[in-house]
C-alpha cells in the first residue's frame, strides 16, 4: 500500500491530479482515531496487473470539515455518507442518514465519543 | 412531462431478499430517478472486532457477516492479518482457500439466477436452478463442515484438510453438475419469454461502470474488465490454476446472467486444477507475534471485490478493521442503471445487482 499525505487544503488538488477513472477505482474511505485526532484515509486501486492500493491521508481534528470529493469521484457520495453516520466525521454536504437512520446517535464506531 | 410518481421499494418487499429500501420517482410507468437506504442492518461488527475479540477470534467473527460470502471474509481477514503478523501460509493452506472460494462462487451465483428467474416470472426456473445448486451445499459441507458460515480460513491457514475420499466426491459431483450447467447456460441464455424480462433492461455501459467504480460480475457485464483473481497473484496464486477473466459487453440483466453462467464454468475448472495439483505442505502456519502497523487485502468474493482494512498494534486486539463489501462498490451504479427503465422491470433488475446488505451494513 503506498500512503500519501495531504491536507485539507490541497486535498482536492491532489486527488484531482491523481485520479483517473480509466485506470484507477475508488475503493472506500475510512478513519482511523489517533487520540484526539482522526486519520481520514481515501483508498484507490489500480486496474492494471500487478495492482497497486494507494491510500490518501490527512489528520483532522474532530469535528472540522472534510471537503466532498464528489465532484471527483461520482461515486464517492456513498463512502462519505458512511463515514458521516459510523465515524461521525463531519464531511462537505453529506447529511446523516444513509447507513444508519437519520435519528440515530452517529459515530457508533468511535472509541472515544 | 407526464404526471410523477414516487413508489417506495422495501425494506420489506415481495421483490427484495435483502433489508434495502428504494423510492423510485415514475413518470408514465418509467423509472426517472432512483433514491437508496441501506439503515436498516448495521450490527456494529468492526467496532466488535476491536473491543470484543483478540485477533484470532476476529476472522470467525467476520465470518458472520455474511452468511453467502462467509468464505470470502474470513480469508480476506486472515490475509490482512497475516500481513500484519509478517508470516506467509503454507502453500496447501492457499491452495484450500483457492477451492472453497469456488465452490461457495458457485453457490451464490446460482443463488442469484435463480432470484434472477423469480423476479422475472420464471418460477419453474427458478425451482430448477435452486435444485441444481443444491449440491455446491453439500460440497461445501464435506470440505468445511457448514452449509454456509464456514469457518475454514484462520490467520495462519485453514482449520481442515481434503481427504481423499472427499476430493473424489468433489470430481464426481461436478462431472455430474456439467450437464446440468449446461442446461442451464441454454435456458438462461435463449429462452425468449426470460429474453423479454432481461434483455436490454437495467443496462449500465462501461463508460458508467467505469465512472461509478462498479465490481464484480456487473461490471464485468458491462465489458469493464475489474477482478481482483486477475490483479494480484501475491496471497493466492490464481492463474496457475487456471483462472480467466470472463466479460461481456451488454451490461444487461442478461448478460450479467451470463457472465454469472460462464464464471461457474471457470469456478470448476480452478476446483479441478487444485484437485489435481494439490500441493503436500502442512496447514498452518503458527506464529507467536502480535499485529503491528497496518495492511490492506482485496480479494474477488462472488459479488466483486472485497476490502479489508486493518491496523495494529502489538496488542491482542486490533487497533481498527475496516471491511468494504462489493455492494457498497455498486449502491452508485445500482441507482444509476434503473433510470428509463419500467418500474416493472425493477425487481429483476434488483435481483441481478445480486446486492448484500448483511456485508454491507455489517
Known sequence: MKKIETSLATLKNDLASFYNPAEHHFMVMNAVEMGEKMEVQWFFCDYAHPCETTCFFTLIERGEEVPSIKDIVDSAWVAEAELVDLMNINVENTAKGFVLEPDFESGPLLKKK | ?362
Request: hydrophobic share 40%; net charge neutral; charged share 25%.
Open chain 2, 1 to 362: 412531462m407526464g404526471k410523477q410518481y414516487e413508489i417506495p421499494v422495501g425494506a420489506q418487499h415481495i421483490s427484495l431478499l435483502e433489508p434495502l429500501h428504494f423510492r423510485f420517482t415514475t413518470e408514465n410507468e418509467k423509472i426517472v430517478k432512483t433514491d437508496a437506504n441501506v439503515f436498516y442492518v448495521h450490527r456494529g461488527i468492526e467496532q466488535a472486532c476491536c473491543s470484543k475479540f483478540k485477533f484470532r477470534q476476529v476472522s470467525f467473527v467476520v465470518g458472520r457477516v455474511c452468511g453467502l460470502c462467509s468464505i470470502s471474509h474470513t480469508t480476506a481477514y486472515s490475509q490482512v492479518a497475516e500481513k500484519l503478523l509478517k508470516i506467509e501460509i503454507p502453500r496447501r493452506a492457499k491452495y484450500l482457500r483457492m477451492l472453497v472460494i469456488e465452490l461457495d462462487r458457485i453457490h451464490s451465483h446460482l443463488l442469484c439466477l435463480s432470484h434472477v428467474a423469480e423476479n422475472s416470472g420464471f418460477e419453474a426456473l427458478f425451482m430448477k436452478t435452486m435444485q441444481y445448486r443444491e449440491f455446491s451445499m453439500e460440497l461445501l459441507e464435506a470440505v468445511c463442515g457448514n452449509r454456509i458460515q464456514y469457518d475454514f480460513s484462520i490467520v495462519g491457514g485453514v482449520t481442515r484438510d481434503l481427504k481423499p475420499e472427499v476430493a473424489d466426491m468433489i470430481l464426481k459431483r461436478l462431472d455430474h453438475f456439467m450437464p446440468q450447467l449446461e442446461e442451464l447456460i441454454g435456458i438462461y441464455k435463449n429462452n425468449w419469454t426470460l429474453s423479454l424480462k432481461n434483455k436490454g433492461v437495467g443496462r449500465i455501459s462501461k463508460e458508467d461502470a467505469m465512472r461509478l467504480n462498479v465490481v464484480g460480475p456487473f461490471a464485468r457485464a458491462a465489458g469493464l474488465a475489474v477482478d481482483v483473481r486477475n490483479e494480484t497473484e501475491d496471497l493466492l496464486p490464481w492463474k496457475e490454476v487456471g483462472y480467466e477473466m470472463i466479460t461481456d459487453t451488454a451490461g444487461d440483466v442478461h448478460a450479467r446472467n451470463m457472465v454469472r453462467l460462464r464464471e461457474i464454468e471457470v469456478s470448476i475448472r480452478i476446483i479441478r486444477n487444485v484437485i489435481a495439483g494439490l500441493p503436500e505442505s502442512d496447514l498452518v502456519t503458527e506464529t507467536k507475534a502480535f499485529p503491528e502497523g497496518e495492511a490492506t487485502v482485496r480479494l474477488e468474493a462472488p459479488r466483486g471485490e472485497l476490502f479489508y482494512y486493518a491496523k495494529g498494534n502489538k496488542t491482542q486486539v486490533l487497533e481498527r478493521l475496516k471491511i468494504k463489501a462489493p455492494t457498497f462498490s455498486n449502491v452508485a451504479g445500482m441507482v444509476h442503471a434503473f433510470t428509463n427503465n419500467e418500474y416493472a422491470s425493477a425487481p429483476a433488475i434488483i435481483a441481478s445487482y445480486d446486492p448484500c446488505l448483511s456485508c454491507t451494513a455489517r
